[in-house]
Nanobody, 119 residues
Framework: EVQLVESGGGLVQAGGSVRLSCAAS????????IAWFRQAPGKDREGVLC?????????YYLNSVEGRFTISRDNAKNTVYLQMNSLKPEDTAVYYC???????????WGQGTQVTVSS
């Protein structure tokens, strides 16, 4: 069974940092790209960042996080990380990771982890 489990969310002050984790199981992890999405209250889900299967290229979906967020993966631990620095209140959202088997295709999602940035 394919599973993605996010963790690391919480309440942080503006300007602070948080590292989210996405632990994967049930599939060959290093064959797949993984993406992070987020959904703020009352807004549509939006893509944040994606990391390729062999970490040879990352793709920013959201211009507003460039220079503040980075993505990395540890294939030995079947885990992808989202490091978020210089957080802003507008980064408040539920953050999800998703498996990306092919371009524009996200087939499995985690349950999400809440990140709240206070001003």
């Amino acid at each position: 069974e394919v599973q993605l489990v996010e963790s690391g969310g919480g309440l942080v002050q503006a300007g602070g940092s948080v590292r989210l984790s996405c632990a994967a199981s049930g599939f060959k992890f290093d064959d797949h790209a993984i993406a992070w999405f987020r959904q703020a209250p009352g807004k549509d889900r939006e893509g944040v960042l994606c990391i390729s299967s062999n970490d040879d290229g990352n793709q920013y979906y959201l211009n507003s996080v460039e220079g503040r967020f980075t993505i990395s993966r540890d294939n030995a631990k079947n885990t992808v990380y989202l490091q978020m620095n210089s957080l802003k209140p507008e980064d408040t959202a539920v953050y999800y990771c998703a498996r990306k088997p092919s371009i524009y295709n996200y087939d499995y999602w985690g349950q999400g982890t809440q990140v709240t940035v206070s001003s």
